[in-house]
């Protein structure tokens, strides 16, 4: 699982990067977060990269301290997801690359699959 949330990670990390001035533009536009745009548009998708880096090197423990950051850092995304699909008319998701174009009840259940995996895989 923890390779899983390694691609997951960088790939997101590096869409957002790529498509930096949208992202930011995108989270200039939530209320709160918005004050913050620049920070937060560089912030997370390197805190991302960072978190995959990692969770390969070779050091067990750095990797499971960067699986339990990411596990904690999907959740957010999750409830931030689950606060969009229910309280905000206009749904404002940033994410990188293919799973931004998911619909919003799609994006919330792959965020829950992949943060239940993550939760137990930290478990065992």
């Given amino acids: 699982m923890r390779l899983s949330y390694v691609f997951l990670f960088a790939y ?13 533009r995108g989270i200039a536009r939530i209320p709160v977060l918005g004050h913050f745009p620049e ?12 978190l995959a880096l990692g969770m ?6 750095v990797q499971r ?4 950051i ?15 699909v229910s309280l905000v008319k206009e749904k404002l998701c940033h994410c990188g690359g293919v799973i931004g174009s998911l619909g919003w009840m799609e994006h ?12 137990w895989s930290t478990r065992k």
């Fill in 12 to 24: 997101t990390g590096y869409s957002k990067l790529l498509d930096h001035v949208p992202f930011t």
């Fill in 39 to 50: 920070a937060i548009g560089w912030g997370v998708p390197l805190l991302e990269l960072v």
């Fill in 56 to 61: 390969v090197v070779p050091e067990r423990r």
């Fill in 65 to 68: 301290v960067s699986f339990g």
């Fill in 70 to 84: 990411s596990v904690t850092l999907m959740a957010t995304f999750t409830l931030y997801l689950l606060l969009m």
């Fill in 108 to 119: 919330l259940m792959f965020n829950a699959a992949i943060l239940a995996l993550g939760i």
